[in-house]
T-cell receptor
């Protein structure tokens, strides 16, 4: 158990709908990362937050947005859902201050499996 | 073309075999190289990481990086059925604003049969 929790574990919804995925980082971790894992694209970085501020952005669609709250939990909002958004969504956290040139272990949660029908 | 290429396998070996997993990459800015293991229905977990070129050993696992060839490898000695999982290589720039961004390979599915 990594200490990162994600809810819900599974989500089934229809095209055009909006969903919110929730992540609680490990105790004391300030950085939160969101990843999408699909069969065709593999594991792809979406976005990173550090202590409430956006720090890095990947190929995140405009229909997707995220935020990190003062208690450090994070939410990933997916709107106008399409069939192709069906995937596993992982949240990861790391403890240290993000510093250029450094790498810190990212602890991954169990993921949320999203199915869009 | 993807920045990181990894043969998805699947790879099936007998217990005790030496396993070689590989990734190639195209982005010269990658300086940190990692291997993650992902069991079915679980999140990835970090196995090893190396900086720049060279080798690193940890028990039965050895990671190698050849930056001149843009090629990294993970070797598993005396493989065990418990090593059956998907292995993902991941890479990171040294600088820039992408502080935490990891770029992953597609993952190789490994099965070690008794």
């Amino acid at each position: 158990d990594s200490g990162v929790t994600q809810t819900p574990k599974h989500l089934i919804t229809a095209t055009g709908q909006r969903v919110t995925l929730r992540c609680s980082p490990r105790s004391g971790d300030l950085s939160v990362y969101w990843y999408q894992q699909s069969l065709d694209q593999g594991l792809q970085f979406l976005i990173q937050y550090y202590n409430g501020e956006e720090r890095a952005k990947g190929n995140i669609l405009e229909r997707f947005s995220a935020q990190q709250f003062p208690d450090l939990h994070s939410e990933l909002n997916l709107s106008s859902l399409e069939l192709g958004d069906s995937a596993l969504y992982f949240c990861a956290s790391s403890p240290q201050v993000p510093v250029q040139g450094a790498v810190y272990e990212q602890y991954f949660g169990p993921g949320t499996r999203l199915t869009v029908t | 073309q993807k920045e990181v290429e990894q043969d998805p396998g699947p790879l099936s070996v007998p217990e005790g075999a030496i396993v070689s997993l590989n990734c190639t990459y195209s982005n010269s800015a990658f300086q940190y190289f990692m291997w993650y293991r992902q069991y079915s229905r679980k999140g990835p977990e970090l196995l090893m990481y190396t900086y720049s070129s060279g080798n690193k050993e940890d028990g039965r696992f050895t990671a190698q990086v050849d930056k001149s060839s843009k090629y990294i490898s993970l070797f598993i000695r005396d493989s065990q059925p418990s090593d059956s999982a998907t292995y993902l290589c991941a890479m990171k720039n040294a600088g820039g604003t992408s502080y935490g961004k990891l770029t992953f390979g597609q993952g190789t599915i490994l099965t070690v049969h008794p």
